[in-house]
């Protein structure tokens, strides 16, 4: 397996301008999710390897603004993953120490604001 680096540039009638610069391959598709497949068949013909053994990295030349907008969201979004888990991870110790407590699964879930049926799955994760 080989992996290249394509740089993707937005143009001002909405077409998306594919470059690696290392091989000097270029192409361009509509939609950005496009990218990789656009550009796997030119960079197998310019480096000699079958299609299927080529990944594509994509990388959106963005605005700069754009730029720090998008790395702020994936930070926000890595630290509610972040919180999800500790959530997740408190309402299995709770369930399943008031099961052990010997609650039902019925009362355990009304505790907690969940079904009886997430209290059993819960206990037995």
Do not use: F
């Not at 540039?9 to 950005?32: D, M």
């Not at 310019?46 to 702020?72: F, H, M, R, T």
């Amino acid at each position: 397996m080989s992996r290249w680096t394509v740089t993707a540039e937005r143009t001002p009638r909405g077409v998306w301008v594919l470059e690696c610069a290392e091989l000097g391959a270029v192409s361009q598709c509509t939609r950005l999710a496009q990218a990789p497949d656009e550009m796997r068949e030119a960079l197998a013909y310019l480096s000699g390897q079958p299609v299927d053994e080529i990944e594509v990295d994509v990388i959106p030349v963005l605005p700069e603004n754009l730029k720090s907008e998008l790395a702020a969201l994936d930070d926000a979004r890595r630290a509610l993953e972040d919180s999800q888990k500790a959530v997740a991870s408190g309402l299995r110790a709770v369930a399943l120490g008031l099961t052990q407590a010997g609650l039902s699964y019925r009362d355990a879930g009304n505790l907690l604001g969940v079904s009886h049926q997430r209290v059993a799955q819960l206990v037995a994760a």
